[in-house]
Nanobody, 128 residues
Framework: VQLQASGGGLVQAGGSLRLSCAAS????????IAWFRQAPGKEHEFVAV????????????SVKGRFIISRDNARDNDRNFVYLQMNSLKPEDTAVYHC??????????????????YGQGTQVTVSS
């Protein structure tokens, strides 16, 4: 599976960013796709996950009400896209954000990075 996150950048506190994840390989639309983040010196933290079929979502308490995960059923060159809309950003949201595909088809709700395959991330920096 190939996963490429993009859309990060520098934003002031209270601002917004939209991250994109291009996913390809396997039958990616049979797997849940999640976002994780990793701040310097810390372990990966679960952010949100979406079940491709049905669109069920689940968020970490730290981002609930501010972030929205969504997917695009259209395919572009055999890639599927998942997005993370981040609003009301805070300095503590600063991290490298990775999108990740669950290793088990059909599972929804796993929150450990070891349950996923993930690619290179995109840096999000929120200034105060």
């Amino acid at each position: 599976v190939q996963l490429q996150a993009s859309g990060g950048g520098l934003v002031q506190a209270g601002g917004s960013l939209r991250l994109s994840c291009a996913a390809s390989g396997r039958r990616i639309n049979r797997y849940s796709i999640a976002w994780f983040r990793q701040a310097p010196g810390k372990e990966h933290e679960f952010v949100a996950v979406i079940r491709w079929i049905g669109g069920n979502t689940w968020y970490a308490d730290s981002v609930k009400g501010r972030f929205i995960i969504s997917r695009d059923n259209a395919r572009d060159n055999d890639r599927n896209f998942v997005y993370l809309q981040m609003n009301s950003l805070k300095p503590e949201d600063t991290a490298v954000y990775h999108c990740a595909a669950d290793r088990i088809m059909g599972r929804f709700g796993a929150s450990r990075i070891d349950d996923y395959d993930y690619g290179q991330g995109t840096q999000v920096t929120v200034s105060s």
